[in-house]
């Protein structure tokens, strides 16, 4: 079992060890990415990615090991403390160079056999919108099962946190944990992303970019085909 963690923090607090956790109990391999040491470029919006294609990105190359990582894996952690309410900066511009794998436009076929975690945390509140913030993305690239853990700690840092906390944080960790293997290799997309997913289908048989257009085509999505089993 493979598990890749994006951080949207390079420094190693309350939600660094959440995730990190969360990837440990589940065994295998694991590979982790800090944000914005391991990425630190701004989608400038040139849209070369949806109209030409993504290795027209002026950071492709940059993203290419976080890419890579992501299609290997799994299971996907996304994990970001609250920053004003929502997710760091870091965060949320790396997930902006992937707009183009959102289900409106080229969808990865891996995406909807794996499963996604988002992890945030705050000494106070903003985990809801945070959590949100992530989830918005696994599900329109078609992560097939997301879980959501949102969690106040009442702390500046980990070593701060009651033990209290650190107790029941680790029962709910390993419970996500045991999901995340128990359903390794056997999840399917629900409804929800069904649904979405034959919207898009009907949209692309007429389309609006003629890149998407081909790229469904291709797939056979646009017929009987389907990107999952």
Same mark, same amino acid.
């Given at each position: 079992?493979? @598990? ?26 694991? =590979? ?19 109209? $030409? ?8 190359? =940059?993203?290419? !090991? ?5 299609? $290997? ?18 965060? =949320? ?13 080229? !969808? $990865? +076929? ?15 509140? %903003?985990? #809801? ?9 696994? @599900?329109?690239?078609?992560?097939? *099962?997301?879980? #959501?853990? %949102? ?7 980990? +070593?701060?946190?009651?033990? =209290?906390?650190? *107790?029941?944080?680790? *029962? @709910? ?33 007429? %389309? ?8 469904? #085509?291709?797939? %056979?999505?646009?017929?009987? *085909?389907?990107?999952?089993?």
């Amino acid at each position: 079992m493979r @598990t890749v963690i994006i951080h949207g923090q390079s420094h190693k607090g309350s939600t660094y060890h959440i995730a990190h956790d969360i990837a440990e109990k589940t065994g295998g391999e694991i =590979k982790e990415f800090f944000l914005p040491k391991d990425f630190d470029a701004m989608c400038c919006g040139c849209t070369k990615c949806f109209f $030409e294609g993504e290795d027209k990105c002026p950071h492709f190359k =940059k993203l290419l !090991p976080i890419t890579k990582a992501i299609d $290997e894996a799994d299971v996907i952690i996304l994990a970001s403390p609250v920053y004003v309410f929502h997710a760091t900066g870091a965060m =949320k511009s790396l997930l902006d160079h992937y707009g183009y794998r959102w289900m409106p436009h080229r !969808p $990865e +076929e891996l995406m909807f056999g794996k499963q996604g975690v988002c992890v945030s945390t705050a000494a106070g509140a %903003g985990m #809801k919108s945070t959590v949100k913030d992530m989830a918005d993305s696994l @599900t329109y690239w078609g992560v097939a *099962k997301i879980y #959501k853990y %949102g969690v106040g700690v009442a702390a500046a840092d980990w +070593e701060g946190v009651s033990e =209290k906390k650190k *107790k029941s944080i680790d *029962k @709910t960790t390993s419970a996500i944990a045991a999901r995340l293997v128990r359903r390794n290799g056997k999840v399917k997309p629900g409804l929800k992303t069904k649904i979405l997913f034959s919207i898009m289908r009907a949209i692309q048989k007429n %389309g609006f970019v003629q890149k998407d257009v081909e790229y469904w #085509k291709e797939k %056979g999505w646009t017929g009987k *085909k389907r990107p999952w089993k």
